[in-house]
Protein backbone atom coordinates (compact mmCIF):
# COMPACT_ATOMS: atom_id res chain seq x y z
CA UNK A 1 0.00 0.00 0.00
CA UNK A 2 1.35 3.38 -0.25
CA UNK A 3 0.93 6.68 2.13
CA UNK A 4 -2.14 8.28 0.82
CA UNK A 5 -4.24 5.22 1.09
CA UNK A 6 -3.31 4.76 5.16
CA UNK A 7 -6.83 5.51 7.72
CA UNK A 8 -6.70 5.35 11.29
CA UNK A 9 -6.17 2.66 13.20
CA UNK A 10 -4.89 0.64 10.05
CA UNK A 11 -1.44 -1.10 11.34
CA UNK A 12 1.61 -0.77 9.07
CA UNK A 13 5.48 -1.13 8.98
CA UNK A 14 7.76 1.19 7.35
CA UNK A 15 11.22 0.35 7.54
CA UNK A 16 11.97 4.33 8.57
CA UNK A 17 9.26 3.94 10.95
CA UNK A 18 9.71 2.75 14.64
CA UNK A 19 12.39 0.82 13.16
CA UNK A 20 10.45 -1.37 10.75
CA UNK A 21 8.76 -2.65 13.33
CA UNK A 22 4.11 -2.38 13.00
CA UNK A 23 3.12 0.65 14.12
CA UNK A 24 -0.94 2.04 14.36
CA UNK A 25 -1.99 5.08 12.72
CA UNK A 26 -3.36 7.48 14.48
CA UNK A 27 -4.49 10.12 12.79
CA UNK A 28 -3.59 11.16 8.57
CA UNK A 29 -4.10 14.17 6.86
CA UNK A 30 -3.04 15.09 3.16
CA UNK A 31 -0.86 18.48 2.89
CA UNK A 32 0.08 20.79 0.42
CA UNK A 33 1.16 19.42 -2.79
CA UNK A 34 1.89 15.55 -3.15
CA UNK A 35 2.55 14.93 0.46
CA UNK A 36 0.88 13.56 3.56
CA UNK A 37 0.93 14.11 7.31
CA UNK A 38 0.69 11.35 9.48
CA UNK A 39 0.85 10.64 13.39
CA UNK A 40 1.78 6.97 14.48
CA UNK A 41 2.49 5.27 17.69
CA UNK A 42 4.52 1.98 18.10
CA UNK A 43 1.78 -0.98 17.70
CA UNK A 44 1.85 -2.11 21.55
CA UNK A 45 1.32 1.50 22.76
CA UNK A 46 4.65 1.87 24.90
CA UNK A 47 6.15 5.27 23.31
CA UNK A 48 5.11 8.11 22.51
CA UNK A 49 3.33 9.26 19.15
CA UNK A 50 5.32 10.51 16.86
CA UNK A 51 4.59 12.22 13.01
CA UNK A 52 6.21 12.65 10.06
CA UNK A 53 5.38 13.74 6.93
CA UNK A 54 5.53 11.51 3.85
CA UNK A 55 5.57 11.80 -0.29
CA UNK A 56 1.93 10.51 -1.20
CA UNK A 57 3.13 7.40 -2.63
CA UNK A 58 5.42 6.05 0.42
CA UNK A 59 5.36 2.56 0.48
CA UNK A 60 3.95 0.37 3.41
CA UNK A 61 3.58 -2.87 4.64
CA UNK A 62 -0.46 -3.20 5.61
CA UNK A 63 -0.67 -5.53 8.34
CA UNK A 64 -3.96 -5.25 9.85
CA UNK A 65 -7.25 -2.52 9.04
CA UNK A 66 -7.56 -3.21 5.22
CA UNK A 67 -10.94 -3.53 5.34
CA UNK A 68 -12.78 -0.25 6.39
CA UNK A 69 -15.65 0.60 3.97
CA UNK A 70 -19.19 -1.38 2.72
CA UNK A 71 -22.06 -2.82 3.71
CA UNK A 72 -22.13 -6.09 6.78
Known sequence: MVAVDLHQGQLV???EWNGGEPV????VHRVAG?????????ARCR???????VPVGMELTLISGG???GDR
Do not use: M, N, T, W
Open 13 to 15: SAP
Open 34 to 42: AQVAVLFQD
Open 67 to 69: CIG
Open 24 to 27: RICL
Open 47 to 53: CAAESAV
